[in-house]
């Protein structure tokens, strides 16, 4: 617990790990007050239904030190100052814009690494659709994801109309899709999936997408060119490339106002209600509902994907 505090600083204990927390009541969100200390309560209260959805997967950060309103920056390899104990795994980095062959990931494995990573005010978690368990030879797929960017005057009900057309398609090939929601202005529908060759999410993927845009073209893009995108929602297939993140559930994002990419239900998906939610609501949501995306860690509703199923050479 808190020893005091002295220079803007404050040792903490966290599970048995030493942390010195600085700034705590610098403002991170200006619009909305909302300082780094209520950063770090966040993510300590989230902890539980956040940690299992980020645990053995290499981890990107952004982080804004001086706020959501000023520059931030990614952070991907492992700095100086990271401690000894929080676990890193170096992974090649073919085509590095930054000319290294390796990068030493930061991979969080419970509560003391992400309140050090709040600390840093890293406000933004991304991960990749694989990890990296510690006696792995390589790493493993797990998941499949489809990112619903909503290209203005769309919104996010745009978004939730196409989730429901994918859930359907999802579904009829036996997958078990949840959505949850960006945290900005989309959102995205994932499905637990056992895979040896990562490129087969993107086959499939990529396949999916341009099904929908064929049969919804007044609604769905399955290209990246902005002149396509006005009015449509872009089904963003590529997030299944190995080297691409997206938003981890229950992250916050630098926003206005500290919201949090939620998991939905298929019920608030058809509703296409109000489906921005802040960092006091999704607490609440949790308390109420545990976590909504749990199934997605289920081996219970793994598909195993094939080239059969990913369409072969298609």
Not at 193 to 204: F, K, R
Not at 265 to 279: I, K, N, P, R, Y
Request: aromatic share 6%; charged share 25%; glycine share 6%.
């Amino acid at each position: 617990m808190a020893q005091g505090a002295q220079s803007g600083k404050v040792s903490v204990d966290v599970e048995g790990r030493h942390l010195t927390l600085s700034n705590l009541d610098k403002v991170l969100y200006p619009d909305a007050g909302f300082a780094k200390g209520e950063v770090i309560d966040y993510y300590s209260r989230i902890a539980p239904v956040l940690v299992p959805h980020v645990v053995d997967r290499p981890m990107t950060v952004k982080r804004y030190p001086n706020g959501v309103d000023e520059k931030f920056f990614f952070e991907k390899n492992a700095s100086r100052g990271t401690p000894d104990w929080v676990r890193t795994v170096t992974l090649p980095v073919p085509g590095s814009t930054k000319n290294r062959d390796t990068i030493d990931y930061l991979v969080v494995e419970g509560l003391p690494t992400l309140v050090w990573l709040a600390n840093l005010a890293a406000l933004e978690l991304h991960v990749p659709q694989w990890m990296v368990p510690p006696r792995a030879r390589k790493p493993r797929t797990d998941l499949i994801v489809f990112d619903l960017d909503p290209g203005p005057p769309a919104t996010i009900a745009e978004c939730c109309e196409v989730a429901l057309l994918l859930r359907d398609v999802l579904e009829q090939d036996g997958f078990a899709p949840l959505a949850k929601t960006s945290g900005s202005k989309g959102m995205q529908v994932s499905a637990p999936v056992s895979c040896d060759d990562p490129s087969l999410t993107s086959t499939y993927a990529h396949r999916i997408a341009k099904r929908l845009e064929a049969d919804r073209g007044d609604l769905v893009v399955s290209r990246m060119a902005k002149d396509l995108r006005p009015h449509k929602v872009l089904v963003d297939w590529s997030q299944n490339n190995p080297a691409k993140t997206t938003v981890a559930p229950y992250s916050l994002r630098a926003r206005p106002q500290p919201t949090v990419s939620t998991p939905l239900t298929w019920d608030e998906v058809a509703s296409g209600e109000h489906l921005s939610f802040t960092s006091d609501d999704v607490l609440a949501r949790v308390d109420e509902h545990g976590d909504l995306f749990a199934d997605v860690l289920s081996d219970e509703h793994r598909v195993r994907l094939t080239k059969t199923l990913a369409g072969g050479d298609e």
